[in-house]
């Protein structure tokens, strides 16, 4: 199973917004609604931030959205913060009963 | 509170086993499933397994397939992780991670064990 393709990085100015795309196939992103989104901080494990494509844990800024067009998976981040700067992985599960991470786009924030 | 808390680092030789634990607490063992995710040094995720909450159901990724095992002890609700034929690109920080019943995402990871294959 290869991993999702994410953008390696992106950079935007504070308070901008960005999108990140996660693009699989019709046997992962696009065939199940079991995309999640998962920050990551240096030195620190995963933390999620989106499950179910679009859906937000309680304790996650509204800033932080997920959509899906066919096989590729969206994070939208609005208004970007310092804190933000981070390591970002898209995550599916497979028709094979696996699951497969992206792999994985640098945030910087101007 | 929800806790994952794993074994210690370890050093081992090329061709040697590993066995990792996790000791979990602070939910209902039998309502989630685990799974063990491993994540080299500036490399992303990589999923490796996932043992479901029945404990009989495991599915490998076919990367570990026939050196990988996964097994439970439900009286000290334990998990354990055991990768056999080490090589050195197994050298990577191994994570147990805890998963709803049907909910296909990563809620609570433990802190990672790291793992050093080397000569």
């Known amino acids: 199973q290869s991993a999702l393709t994410q953008p390696a990085s992106v950079s935007e100015s504070l308070g901008q917004s960005i999108t990140i795309s996660c693009t699989g196939t019709s046997s992962d992103v696009g065939g199940y609604n079991f995309v999640s989104w998962y920050q990551q901080h240096p030195g620190k494990a995963p933390k999620l931030m989106i499950y179910e494509v679009s859906y937000r844990p309680s304790d996650i800024s509204t800033r932080f959205s997920g959509s899906k067009s066919g096989n590729t998976a969206s994070l939208t981040i609005s208004g970007l913060q310092a804190e933000d700067e981070a390591d970002y992985y898209c995550n599916s599960f497979t028709g094979t009963g696996t699951y497969v991470f992206g792999s994985g786009t640098r945030v910087s924030v101007l | 509170q929800v806790q994952l808390v794993q074994s210690g680092a370890e050093v081992k030789r090329p061709g040697a086993s590993i066995k990792v634990s996790c000791k979990t607490s602070?939910?209902?063992?039998?309502?989630?499933?685990i799974h063990w995710v491993r994540q080299a040094r500036g490399q992303g995720p990589e999923w490796m397994a996932i043992?479901?909450?029945?404990?009989?159901?495991?599915v490998y990724a076919q990367k570990f397939q026939g050196r990988l095992s996964l097994t439970r002890d439900t009286s000290s609700t334990t998990y354990y992780m055991e990768l056999s034929s080490l090589r050195f690109e197994d050298t990577a920080l191994y994570y147990c991670v805890r998963e709803g019943v049907s909910v296909y995402h990563f809620d609570y990871w433990g802190p990672g064990t790291l793992v050093t294959v080397s000569s």
């Open positions: 602070g939910y209902t063992f039998t309502d989630y499933h």
């Open positions: 043992m479901k909450a029945d404990g009989h159901t495991i």
